[in-house]
Antibody
Framework: EVQLVESGGGLVQPGGSLRLSCAAS????????LNWVRQAPGKGLEWVSY????????YYADSVKGRFTISRDNAKISLFLQMNSLRAEDTAVYYC???????????????WGQGTRVTVSS | SYELTQPPSVSVSPGQTARITCSAD??????AYWYQQKPGQAPVLLIY???ETPSGTPERFSGSSSGTTVTLTISGVQAEDEADYYC???????????FGGGTKLTVL
């Protein structure tokens, strides 16, 4: 079964750090681009970051640029999001999402994890 | 910043047709995608490249594009279609993904 499973969420104080992980299974991990998308409580979806197949191409939303770092380990079939200098407005469910641009077009997210909740509060 | 505009809510009776629009100047140059999200669940890709459907998307869902507006049409709405629907595209460089604000579909 094709699957993405996020972990690493939790409660953190403003200014703190957290590292999210996303474990993949059921597909050739290194053949796909990956993204992080978040959803604040009761709000819509917000794209956070993108990483290319080999990890050399990376993009960030302006709201997290300079504070968050996306990375991947194709040998360990895992995606990561290092979040520093966290703010209350970073509180959200964070989803990892597979991008199958060859099959569905650029920026098409065809597989999503179940999400991990991050709460930034004192 | 680039924004996609969707109506916050749409209501329709079972069996009727629901149409959800998404507008932005850049939609004439970038593909649009549609996702369905039910409460407590992750989004699901419904429509890709404006009007194509992945296998698994019910036939009653279709997408169309006209200039700077894309539309998700649900023909013969069913109670199970009650959900939030999001359009998605990218900025002119294609490097920054943008989601619309979402539309809550209510089946009366």
């Amino acid at each position: 079964e094709v699957q993405l499973v996020e972990s690493g969420g939790g409660l953190v104080q403003p200014g703190g750090s957290l590292r999210l992980s996303c474990a993949a299974s059921g597909f050739t991990f290194s053949s796909y681009e990956l993204n992080w998308v978040r959803q604040a409580p009761g709000k819509g979806l917000e794209w956070v970051s993108y990483i290319g197949r080999d990890g050399t191409t990376i993009y960030y939303a302006d709201s997290v640029k300079g504070r968050f770092t996306i990375s991947r380990d194709n040998a360990k079939i895992s995606l990561f999001l290092q979040m520093n200098s966290l703010r209350a407005e970073d509180t959200a469910v964070y989803y990892c999402a597979r991008e199958d641009s060859r099959r569905y077009g650029p920026n098409a997210f065809d597989i999503w994890g179940q999400g991990t909740r991050v709460t930034v509060s004192s | 910043s680039y924004e996609l505009t969707q109506p916050p809510s749409v209501s329709v009776s079972p069996g009727q047709t629901a149409r959800i629009t998404c507008s932005a100047d850049g939609l004439s140059k970038q593909y649009a995608y549609w996702y369905q999200q039910k409460p407590g669940q992750a989004p699901v890709l419904l429509i890709y490249k404006d009007n194509e459907t992945p296998s698994g998307t019910p036939e009653r869902f279709s997408g169309s594009s006209s200039g700077t507006t894309v539309t998700l049409t649900i023909s013969g709405v069913q109670a199970e279609d009650e959900a939030d629907y999001y359009c998605q595209s990218a900025d002119s460089s294609g490097t920054h993904v943008v989601f619309g604000g979402g539309t809550k579909l209510t089946v009366l």
